[in-house]
């Protein structure tokens, strides 16, 4: 499984026949750094590396879009900030141990709680009137 921003960068690299040590010399990045990309080994770029590959493929305004979009819903390195609570720590450490315990629906459940938490906060932190 790869990232959206992946198969997104894959799809618009394919489909004007460029190659992987190509667009890798004109965002510099090695070919082989980005094959793995391409296959979900590594993490992709993020997307302001990706500013220079935008104007050489001369990306139409629909494909910057879809690029942005895939962006935002590829993967991140997880950091923590130092000054989150304890439990903060415990409960990532918790969810990357169980990581390959978790089916894909498993993830759209985590995600809607995490929605759901987030729009119960924002109504909790409005001024009364």
Not at 66 to 86: F, G, N, Y
Not at 101 to 125: G, T, W
């Amino acid at each position: 499984m790869t990232a959206p921003l992946a198969r997104q960068f894959a799809r618009f690299r394919a489909s004007r026949g460029e190659s992987l040590d190509r667009i890798g010399a004109v965002i510099g990045v090695a070919g082989s750094h980005l094959s793995e990309v391409e296959r979900g080994k590594r993490y992709p770029p993020p997307l302001t590396t990706l500013k220079p590959l935008i104007n050489y493929l001369s990306l139409t305004h629909e494909e910057v879009r879809l690029l942005i979009q895939a962006s935002e819903q590829s993967p991140k390195k997880l950091r923590v900030p130092p000054d989150a609570p304890e439990e903060a720590f415990i409960f990532v450490a918790r969810l990357l141990r169980r990581w390959g315990d978790l089916a894909p629906q498993d993830f759209n459940r985590l995600s809607d709680f995490v929605e759901s938490l987030s729009r119960s906060i924002c109504v909790r932190q409005q001024p009364r009137r």
